[in-house]
């Protein structure tokens, strides 16, 4: 019987590895726009996210937006978007990927408390729903359909 990885990878599927944090999250690295950065995998979190501090960084065109956005014990938080960005997670990606920005300080700050580094922002279910995510968390990787 073959295993999981080895399905996955005759589907076509990519494998990027996950890091388990002290705070319980999977760390991932990603490129937005060319430039690299650290997110949090969140499947509960319904939209991908980046800092505003991330702007530059990853050379996003900020437009005004009326989503309030909540999560991670903050509620009704000022929200930004930008529209056509690329994504690209190992060998995965699509030019087309919507981010939300908002302050990411109170999450970053429950990280550091906790001697976790602070990340970029957050892959959320739409970027797990493009990309026909699977998530291997015994062996703590994460599978993309490229």
């Known amino acids: 019987m073959e295993n999981l990885q080895e399905f996955l990878l005759q589907k076509g599927y990519t494998k990027v590895k996950l890091h388990l944090t002290k705070t319980n999250h999977f760390e991932i690295k990603a490129t937005i726009n060319g430039e690299k950065g650290l997110f949090i995998l969140d499947t509960g979190a319904s939209s991908s996210c980046v800092g505003f501090e991330g702007i530059d960084t990853f050379n ?64 959320g279910a739409d970027i797990l729903k493009k990309s026909k995510a699977i998530i291997d968390y015994e062996k703590k990787y994460l599978y993309l359909k490229i």
């Open 60 to 123: 996003l065109k900020a437009e005004a937006s009326l989503i309030k956005a909540a999560g991670a014990g903050a509620t009704d938080m000022d929200t930004k978007m930008a529209k056509k960005n690329k994504v690209k997670i190992g060998k995965w990606s699509n030019n087309k990927v919507a981010l939300v920005l908002f302050d990411l300080t109170h999450v970053n700050t429950a990280l550091i408390n906790h001697n976790s580094k602070p990340v970029d922002g957050i892959i």
